[in-house]
């Protein structure tokens, strides 16, 4: 995809002080809007978004599955919270009605990013509620953010990886390790234990395991694929002296 003639650095900075624009045009219009108590009325079609190199053309879509219109924003962060980003999420502002649906498309504004790996990102879809009418007296009001998973992915990966195979928990089960240039997504539970333990682990990367209630060979993990589907409990090979439950 031809990137637009704006430097790589000027759009990177455009991309950054948007949302804040955004917001506040989204809270002037929000104070045209009829107002009713907020909860999360918008809908997402996925649950992770990835955009490919080599298919360049990453879309969602969100629905008001409620009675009022809504006003929704959005934007994508890097994997630690910041805007500086070389992607943009269009439109960055609109008005979704009662039962209508809209296209957000993820776009590479600057240069591409320098890697063999994938990388996370954050999409973020705010549902900013109307201004309280005159009438309604004191209230208390809620912008419900939704954030998932943005995954961009280089060049010479197509998709096929296998976390079953990828996975292991290193250091006796203190850590799980992801061997692959994937990110992976993860649930990690215990049999008889029906809490849930959510992890992402970069490619090539560690992360320690969180407090179990079972040792480590015992231990469940689910993937999560690109669609959002979740694959069989599978227990990773252990690497290392067993470590001690926590």
Not at 62 to 71: K, Q
């Amino acid at each position: 995809m031809t990137a637009p003639h704006a430097t790589p650095r000027r759009a990177s900075a455009a991309a950054r002080r948007l949302p804040y624009r955004v917001a506040a045009v989204a809270l002037a219009v929000a104070a045209l809007l009829p107002w009713q108590s907020a909860h999360a009325d918008v809908r997402l079609s996925k649950t992770r978004v990835i955009y490919a190199a080599s298919h360049p053309d990453a879309t969602l879509t969100v629905s008001n599955a409620g009675t009022e219109p809504a006003i929704v924003q959005t934007w994508i962060e890097t994997a630690d919270d910041k805007l500086d980003t070389p992607f943009f999420a269009a439109p960055p502002l609109f008005r979704l009605d009662p039962g209508d649906t809209n296209l957000i498309r993820v776009t590479l504004v600057g240069q591409a990013p320098d890697t063999r790996v994938e990388r996370l990102y954050w999409l973020n879809v705010k549902e900013i509620p109307p201004a309280p009418q005159a009438s309604a007296g004191n209230t208390l009001q809620f912008a419900i953010r939704t954030r998932i998973k943005l995954l961009y992915r280089p060049p010479g990966l197509d998709g096929a990886f296998d976390l079953q195979r990828d996975l292991r928990l290193s250091r006796g089960g203190a850590s799980v390790e992801n061997t692959s240039p994937y990110v992976a997504s993860l649930f990690v539970t215990c049999p008889e234990d029906d809490r849930q333990t959510s992890l992402t682990v970069n490619p090539h990367a560690s992360l320690p395991m969180p407090r179990m209630s079972c040792p480590p060979a015992d231990v469940r993990i689910q993937s999560i694929n690109d669609y959002g589907g979740i694959s069989a409990p599978f227990t990773p090979p252990l690497d290392g002296p067993v470590s001690t439950p926590h």
